[in-house]
């Protein structure tokens, strides 16, 4: 089994009941639907196929964002290096002169010497003038510019927030719907997840909310971020187009490390194996991504185009998994030295004895009877050598620990003692083939059972002890 947990996004190339079957068979944990593509309706649907295939499958809603976008522009419009062109609110037709910016405040907050970035940076702009309607750039590194390509202004506050008006009729559909994650874009500050919640609280909803850090204040606040969300994921595209390339290697391996140590599921994204959208095989350079994302100690790793356009959708996750377990395959699981603060409370404290126990007796499986999923999460961030089996008695739980490394979820209706949960626990694992009589568990729970925050409980027994063999 692999540790690292994979996200597909889901889109033409995979939106069938078939396809969704083979991803997840190749290796998928989670689905990712886009909401800055098709409607509701749609994604209704394909979140249906979905559970159809299997219900244990995450679904992920990934929000638009407060972007910036270019409007309509004529084809195979080039602008080249050096010359002159212009930025306007108006809606038009852009050429190779004037190009139509979707977001009327955008003057209010541009400046002489600013830097425009168009496509993800791949065309850079040099303000030089702005007036009422619009503004004059120099073109800095040119090349071809199509209709609604990104706009970035990096290391700017240029007024946009999140989450937007769509954004918030979208959270409300997938909480109304019943996904399993909220991936919010263009978070900048820890207000922004509080309001999210608030949306989620009011409809019903305990979606986990997955923070996407992908703007320069998102950096800057990235500590308070961390604590108001459930998950982070390190958008490198739109990251990359804010700050420094050259950064992002360092600022990746900082935030993972931080996940690591609070115990919250870190998701690495953005040009994983992208060549593979058009290619059967990956690059050197992919293959090095994915793994070194993996020894960082992410918990999962996304794939975007790939599956949702790509020619290749089910042999680019069989390879993800392939490339994933032999990084793991590579290096001890062991990182317990990025968690190096002193258990705050009782939970945490049975948890690390749970992971010190596993490591020291040389057990078969480490068995955590979880109600939120915090046990196995807070067991999860020591990277523990032996595998984690978490039994919950809720289905939102354990879809949302398909995201957490190392974590093979089942749902379990526990019993109304300790000794009647660990006794069913025991009795499927042997039903499922995932134990034999004498291997030794490492089991910790909460006393009483199914109450939320209670784990007090350690025990080391054999499965053939606890069902009396």
Not at 82 to 106: F, S
Request: hydrophobic share 35%.
């Amino acid at each position: 089994m692999k540790n690292t947990k994979i996200i597909s996004t889901i889109g033409p190339a995979t939106d069938s009941k078939e396809k969704i079957t083979e991803i997840i068979e190749a290796g998928v944990n989670v689905v990712r639907l886009n909401f800055s593509h098709v409607d509701h309706e749609q994604h209704g649907k394909t979140f249906d196929r979905v559970r159809e295939t299997s219900e244990k499958t995450a679904v992920m809603a990934d929000t638009k964002g407060p972007e910036i976008r270019l409007g309509e522009v004529e084809e195979d419009t080039e602008l080249k290096s050096g010359e002159q062109i212009i930025l306007t609110v108006e809606e038009e037709v852009g050429d190779d002169e004037r190009l139509p910016v979707q977001y009327t405040d955008l003057l209010k907050n541009l400046e002489a010497g600013d830097e425009v970035r168009i496509d993800d940076g791949k065309i850079e702009l040099n303000v030089i003038e702005v007036g009422e309607d619009e503004a004059v750039c120099e073109v800095i590194f040119g090349g071809e510019v199509s209709t609604r390509k990104a706009v970035n202004v990096p290391g700017k506050d240029i007024g946009l927030r999140a989450p937007t008006k769509k954004d918030r009729e979208d959270i409300i559909f997938a909480a109304e719907k019943g996904f399993d994650f909220i991936s919010l874009s263009f978070v900048k500050h820890a207000d922004d997840v509080r309001e999210v919640r608030e949306i989620l609280e009011d409809h019903g909803s305990e979606a986990h909310i997955i923070s996407k850090i992908e703007h320069r204040k998102a950096v800057e606040n990235f500590d308070e971020i961390l604590k108001e969300s459930d998950g982070i994921m390190v958008a490198r595209g739109d990251l990359g187009v804010e700050m420094p390339a050259a950064e992002l290697p360092g600022l990746q391996k900082e935030m993972i490390r931080k996940c690591n140590r609070a115990g919250k599921p870190v998701i690495t994204a953005t040009q994983m194996l992208e060549s593979m959208t058009e290619n059967s095989t990956a690059t050197r350079a992919e293959i090095s991504d994915v793994a070194n994302a993996v020894l960082d100690g992410t918990d999962a790793v996304m794939l975007s185009g790939e599956t949702a356009i790509g020619d290749y959708p089910v042999k680019t996750v069989e390879f993800m998994s392939e490339v994933v377990k032999e990084a793991e395959n590579t290096v001890e699981k062991q990182v317990h030295h990025t968690v190096k603060e002193k258990p705050s409370d009782t939970r945490e404290i049975i948890c690390k004895s749970v992971w010190q126990a596993s490591n020291d007796g040389d057990s078969d499986y480490i068995v955590a009877h979880t109600s939120s999923g915090s046990t196995a999460r807070n067991i999860a961030k020591h990277r523990p050598e032996t595998d984690i089996i978490a039994f919950t008695d809720s289905e939102r739980v354990e879809r949302q620990l398909q995201l957490v490394w190392g974590v093979q979820p089942y749902y379990e209706e526990f019993g109304d003692n300790v000794d009647e949960m660990v006794e069913g626990s025991a009795e499927r694992m042997k039903r499922l083939d995932l134990a034999e009589g004498d291997d030794e568990l490492v089991l910790t729970a909460g006393i009483p059972t199914s109450v939320t925050g209670t784990t007090n409980m350690m025990q080391m027994r054999t499965i053939d002890s606890i069902l009396g063999n």
